[in-house]
Nanobody, 127 residues
Framework: QGQPVESGGGSVQAGGSLKLSCVGD????????MSWFRRSPGKEREGVAA????????FHSESVKDRFTVSVDNAKKTVYLQMDSLRPEDTGTYYC????????????????????WGLGTQVTVSS
């Protein structure tokens, strides 16, 4: 499978918004689960959000629930992460990950369930 490519990161002030994109070139089969993870300074990588192919079920971590929204455009083979009301603690490198064998489920935040990873995009939120 092709490596997904993230974009859309940048520097914003607290309260601002960013929209991340993740483009994959071979996710034309289903089921699959696409997720966003982040690694913040001094912390381990954590799951942020996930969405199944065909715009199915979505998952968001408690720390971003009601602020971030994950979505998918299957025609464009692109997964998005709309991030609103950003906080300094959202700072980190955001990675796109894919599991091309299963629909997203309760395991979605387990990084070991993903074999395909992008290189990441940096998000910096200043206070």
């Amino acid at each position: 499978q092709g490596q997904p490519v993230e974009s859309g990161g940048g520097s914003v002030q607290a309260g601002g918004s960013l929209k991340l994109s993740c483009v994959g070139d071979r996710y034309t089969y289903s089921p699959y689960c696409m997720s966003w993870f982040r690694r913040s300074p001094g912390k381990e990588r954590e799951g942020v959000a996930a969405v199944s192919a065909l715009g199915g079920r979505t998952f968001h971590s408690e720390s971003v629930k009601d602020r971030f929204t994950v979505s998918v455009d299957n025609a464009k083979k692109t997964v998005y992460l709309q991030m609103d009301s950003l906080r300094p603690e959202d700072t980190g490198t955001y990675y796109c990950a894919a599991n091309p064998r299963e629909w997203c489920s309760t395991w979605w935040a387990n990084e070991h369930m993903y074999a395909i990873w992008g290189l990441g995009t940096q998000v910096t939120v200043s206070s």
